[in-house]
């Protein structure tokens, strides 16, 4: 898709492969034939520059026909270069970092006035919790003890031009985030077994929102995308992705 579109930010979408993998595939209450079934729970991608990983699990899960995902980033197309609600299945548009935890704050609390029992799940950055408006929402969860909110953090530890710790350090981030009243659980964002039991037990404590900080590689699965901060904004030519096709499939 991004080679086909000439787009960016592949490194980011394998990042976060795996999460979403587990998520549609064992721990989201979805009805792909009812997209605005009442009872769904909700998911924020937050990085909306990753989408290509959603839009391709939306195909295969059945919100959308696996053939529209040729069009990614076309003219004309509603599959666009950073998430949008005009897809079924996708609840928000994001581009902008550091709102999709607020919008599933929002939700969240909203569910809980009217007690409804779906949750809300957000996939964040690591790079937009620079965005002061995450730690507005980070407070304003636990205040409300929105135990039906599950954040995801995807600690590739790579922002845009270079380092996590080189442009804004956010460590200690399990003690921050403990400190602003969630429930907080590491885990290998490329291990989804592990994956699945945290994220199928939440709330880890009746009250409190949970975070799972997600340690991941960038690029993932592709030798010479790996921890290289370039595929933020590279597309790969035709031998690139021949090469990043058979190191996935483990044919190389």
């Known amino acids: 898709m991004v080679h086909r579109a000439r787009a960016s930010h592949i490194g980011s979408a394998l990042s976060i492969a795996d999460i979403v993998a587990t998520l549609y595939e064992s721990v989201l209450r979805i009805k ?29 899960c ?85 135990d039906n909110l599950v954040a995801i953090i995807d600690y590739n530890k790579l922002q845009s031009f270079t380092s996590i710790k080189k442009t804004l350090s956010i460590e200690p981030l399990f003690e921050k985030l403990k400190s602003f009243g969630w429930e907080v659980r590491e885990v290998s964002g490329h291990d989804n077994h592990q994956l699945d039991a945290l994220l199928s037990s939440t709330p880890w404590t009746k009250g409190k929102p949970s975070v799972l900080i997600a340690h991941t590689v960038k690029g993932k699965g592709v030798s010479f995308m790996e921890n290289s901060v370039e595929w933020h904004y590279k597309s790969p030519n035709d031998e690139q992705l021949a090469i990043a096709l058979l190191e996935i499939e483990g044919k190389l």
């Open 32 to 60: 792909p034939n009812d997209p605005h079934w009442d009872n769904r729970d909700r998911f924020i991608l937050s990085k909306g520059h990753a989408c290509v990983s959603v839009y391709s699990a939306l195909a295969i």
């Open 62 to 146: 059945g919100f959308i026909k696996e053939t529209e995902l040729e069009s990614y980033g076309q003219d004309y197309s509603r599959l666009m270069n950073h998430i949008s609600h005009k897809v079924p299945g996708v609840e928000f548009s994001t581009g902008s970092l550091g709102h999709g935890l607020s919008f599933g704050v929002g939700k969240a609390f909203a569910a809980k006035i009217r007690k409804d029992k779906w949750k809300t799940y957000v996939l964040m950055s690591d790079g937009e919790l620079g965005e002061g408006s995450n730690w507005e929402a980070f407070l304003f969860a636990s205040h409300h003890r929105l």
